[in-house]
């Protein structure tokens, strides 16, 4: 079984910033791509990052400039540094990662989720 768990979330000011870390757990399985999801309270989900295995990353326009997916493939993270954070950046945040086992792909996984809140 394999698990992703989001941290920190939380609040802060606008014009402030928050690192988010997803960590997968789990046995015998690889990881392909990485991304960050969104969903704002009565809107659909949507991307806000992705990284590739090799490191190849894309943004949404609305997050250019201002937030910086990264992962460390050894420890089987994806994090997500956001700085200049407006008030539409409040949501709720999922890390996802596309996993590999016994050479099978076996789908995108999510965590939980994690707030964040962003005062004006």
């Known amino acids: 079984q394999v698990q992703l768990v989001e941290s920190g979330g939380g609040l802060v000011q606008a014009g402030g910033s928050l690192r988010l870390s997803c960590t997968a757990s789990?046995?015998?399985?690889?990881?392909?791509?990485m991304g960050w999801y969104r969903q704002a309270s009565g809107k659909q989900r949507e991307l806000v990052a992705v990284i590739s295995s090799g490191g190849t990353t894309n943004y949404a326009d609305s997050v250019k400039g201002r937030f910086t997916i990264s992962r460390d493939n050894a420890k089987n993270t994806v994090s997500l540094q956001m700085n200049s954070l407006k008030s539409e950046d409040t949501a709720a945040y999922y890390c996802t990662a596309n996993l590999w086992q016994h050479g099978w792909n076996i789908g995108d996984y999510w965590g939980q989720g994690t707030q964040v809140t962003v005062s004006s």
């Open positions: 789990g046995s015998a399985f690889s990881i392909g791509a």
